[in-house]
C-alpha cells in the first residue's frame, strides 16, 4: 500500500486531465520488476475525447514516471481489457554470458554456463495443452481453477550485440499467478543439465506446488501481447 506503481501513476494522470476519481482496469497484472511492452488497459472517459490528444496529455502528465501511453483508442460498451482479452502473449529474456549486465541490468536474467536448447524444448513439450497447473501455481494464486491450456512455449536463441540470449515465447489465452516465471525456472534447470527433460512431466503429474523447480527471477519477463477478437487499436477512428 503506497507503492508506486503504473496504475497509480496512469489514474493520477486521468485526475489531472478529468478532476475526479479513476479507476483503470487492465489485461492483466504483473508482479514488481516484470516489464510490459504492450500492456491493455481501459477506462471511462467523460469527454470525448480524441485518442490522440489524449494519449498526448497523458504522456505529459506522466512525466518521470517510466510509463508511456503508445496508443488511445474509442472502445465498445461492452469491451473489458481483461475479461475481453481471447490471448496473452509473453516474452522471456535470459542471458548466457559470464560478463556482468551493463545496459541490460534489470532488463534480462543473466545465466553463466551454457544452456542445452534442445533439453529445454523435450521439457517444455510436456506443457503443451490443457493440464492442471498447479505445480507451477503460485500458492496465492486467486484463480478460481489451476486448469489452463498453454498454446505456444518455443524457445530460440538471439545473438545480441550484448551477447547470446535464450527467448522464450509464451502463449495462452489466460495464465496462473507465476505460471511463466515457475515454468521458465524449471526449464533453466533443465537446459544447465540439474533436471532430465521428463523431470518436468514428473513435476505437472505431481499436481504439487512443492514439486515445482526454481521460480525465476521478475526482471527478464515481457508482456508482449493481448490479443481480442474485435482489437480496438486495429479499427478505423470514428
Given at each position: 500500500v503506497g507503492l508506486a506503481s503504473v496504475q497509480?501513476?496512469?489514474?493520477a494522470a486521468l485526475a489531472k486531465i478529468e478532476p475526479r476519481e479513476h479507476r483503470i482496469a487492465a489485461a492483466g497484472r504483473t508482479d514488481a520488476g516484470v516489464h510490459a511492452l504492450a500492456q491493455v488497459a481501459h477506462c471511462d472517459m467523460t469527454r470525448q475525447w480524441d485518442p490522440f490528444r489524449l494519449s498526448e496529455a497523458l504522456n505529459y502528465h506522466l512525466k518521470p514516471h517510466p510509463v508511456a501511453i503508445v496508443g488511445c483508442a474509442y472502445a465498445t460498451s461492452n469491451f473489458h481489457a481483461r475479461f475481453s482479452a481471447t490471448e496473452r502473449r509473453y516474452l522471456f529474456r535470459i542471458l548466457v554470458r559470464r560478463a556482468p549486465t551493463t545496459h541490460q541490468t534489470g532488463l534480462v536474467w543473466q545465466v553463466k554456463k551454457p544452456l542445452d536448447l534442445d533439453r529445454m524444448r523435450m521439457g517444455a513439450a510436456h506443457l503443451i495443452g490443457q493440464h492442471d497447473f498447479t505445480t507451477f501455481r503460485s500458492t496465492i494464486c486467486q484463480s478460481t481453477t489451476p486448469v489452463k491450456t498453454l498454446d505456444t512455449l518455443n524457445i530460440k536463441e538471439v545473438e545480441t550485440l550484448g551477447g547470446l540470449e535464450v527467448h522464450f515465447d509464451?502463449?495462452?489465452?489466460?495464465?496462473?499467478?507465476?505460471?511463466?516465471r515457475s515454468f521458465i525456472g524449471t526449464l533453466e534447470r533443465v537446459g544447465a543439465g540439474s533436471l532430465m527433460p521428463a523431470d518436468v512431466k514428473d513435476m505437472l503429474d505431481a499436481r504439487d506446488r512443492g514439486a515445482c523447480g526454481p521460480v525465476s527471477p521478475p526482471h527478464g519477463l515481457y508482456l508482449a501481447?493481448?490479443?481480442?477478437?474485435?482489437?480496438?487499436?486495429?479499427q478505423p477512428a470514428a
Open positions: 497509480g501513476a496512469i489514474e509464451v502463449r495462452a489465452r489466460s495464465f496462473l499467478h507465476n505460471q511463466v501481447h493481448v490479443g481480442y477478437d474485435k482489437d480496438p487499436f486495429s
